[in-house]
């Protein structure tokens, strides 16, 4: 039975893994500013490192777009050392200890006297990152439901959130007063909190047509993708895939240059933390809320709509900040529209994304998935900046918001195909027939 309303709100929002989720969610997103974005990139700077080193090792984080190439390991095999903890909770605790290894590793590295050992041990800790999310998305996506995921989602983002705050402002607050030595030591005891989550919560139930253990080694690999294409025909998989790759399109393109727009808006350094880095995060966190409550109330099919209209309007509230330079109010209300929709579209995204998995290789196809939904805006970012010189930065917001139209067409051929999940339909794997 499926329910909607504030009865299926409700019934989401109770299920006992939610809780679960918002432990898993600050282990993921505790490591990424510590090992590939702004942390790292700051306390090389802070000891002197030239920009064009710091550029070259945030090169690290693109293991968290590859991770699809080893997930099917992850669905086929438990993990030796960690077995008797099951398929999912044996990697899970893995990768665990390995990023807080890593980050006391990175504690004690001095990159002001050489950057191998600390690329060496960015590159482990990307990788055991890396994977910890694709295990995360699997266990999120077996342990409960279909039409609970959203709400898991919600509570997954915001522990994910809570990690970002306290691997960002947390850890150059203790950077500032003690040391990066105290700071990275601070960040890898944290760990311990998702490290018990894994110890304490319980191992996802298989499907019982589950054909994992029926196939071989090189079948991990071939089989998660042929699935997907076989449940789906070839001609609906691929406009699927293509969907969830241009979904969030209009948000990411502008995300490289929102950094320089801020300081050539007029705003200081110090607006921007507060604006963008504090009160934005707050604004995701209840996007992502609203996304999870509108998600269980009326299903993601009208939800992938009001989605994909609403990230592409919020690019241009940007216009006012460039209407308004230096204007502080409209800082906070673009950051607002923004924000909300970020956390909004993210959240009905993985709700989708997830009722297109086949239970017997979460892990792969989700990851695959998570991959394609980052990869266009991550290429559109690189030449960004040019359209923003050869245009203005009004031109390039009101561009970005355009790009929405090749989502809608999809999403309107997509439609009939799209049917609401149900708990059975979970259990099946498939949400397009």
């Not at 919560?201 to 699935?227: K, L, M, N, Y």
Request: charged share 10%; hydrophobic share 55%; with cysteine.
């Amino acid at each position: 039975m499926s329910y909607k309303g504030w009865r299926g709100i409700r019934r989401a929002f109770a299920t006992p893994s939610a809780m679960t989720m918002l432990f898993l969610g600050l282990g993921s997103g505790l490591p990424f500013l510590l090992i590939a974005s702004q942390t790292l990139s700051t306390r090389l700077r802070d000891v002197g490192l030239d920009l064009g080193s710091i550029g070259l090792i945030s090169l690290a984080s693109f293991f968290y777009l590859l991770k699809f190439l080893w997930a099917p390991l992850i669905d086929r095999y438990a993990f030796p050392l960690t077995a008797f903890l099951g398929r999912r909770r044996s990697w899970l605790l893995a990768s665990q200890l390995v990023v807080m290894l890593a980050l006391v590793a990175l504690a004690f590295t001095r990159p002001d006297l050489g950057v191998g050992p600390l690329v060496g041990w960015v590159l482990l800790a990307s990788f055991a990152g890396a994977t910890q999310d694709s295990v995360v998305d699997a266990y999120r996506i077996e342990v409960a439901p279909a039409n609970a995921q959203a709400a898991l989602a919600a509570t997954y983002t915001l522990g994910y959130r809570f990690g970002l705050i306290l691997a960002g402002a947390g850890a150059l607050y203790l950077a500032e007063y003690r040391d990066w030595i105290w700071a990275y030591l601070a960040m890898a005891s944290l760990m311990v909190l998702p490290i018990a989550t894994t110890l304490l919560c319980r191992e996802p139930v298989a499907p019982e047509s589950t054909v994992v253990r029926r196939i071989d080694f090189i079948g991990a690999f071939w089989q998660p993708f042929s699935s997907f294409f076989t449940g789906n025909g070839v001609a609906l998989g691929l406009g699927l895939l293509l969907f969830v790759g241009l979904f969030k399109f209009p948000d990411q393109v502008i995300g490289v240059m929102s950094g320089p727009f801020y300081l050539d808006s007029g705003y200081t350094k110090a607006d921007i933390a507060t604006v963008s880095k504090l009160f934005g995060v707050w604004m995701g966190i209840a996007g992502a809320f609203a996304g999870g409550f509108a998600v269980a109330a009326f299903g993601f099919r009208r939800m992938l709509l009001v989605a994909s209209i609403g990230v592409a309007l919020s690019n241009l509230a940007f216009l006012l900040m460039a209407q308004h330079p230096g204007q502080i109010w409209a800082f906070y209300a673009a950051i607002s529209a923004d924000n909300l929709f970020q956390g909004f579209a993210g959240v009905v995204l993985i709700a989708f994304m997830s009722s297109l998995t086949d239970r017997n290789f979460t892990a792969t196809q989700f990851a695959l998935l998570v991959s394609l939904a980052n990869l266009p805006g991550k290429f559109a970012g690189g030449v960004s900046g040019y359209v923003v010189q050869a245009t203005s930065y009004s031109t390039f917001f009101i561009f970005s918001a355009l790009t929405v139209v090749p989502t809608l067409l999809l999403l309107a051929w997509l439609w009939r195909f799209i049917k609401e999940a149900s708990p059975q339909d979970a259990a099946a794997g498939n949400v397009a027939s």
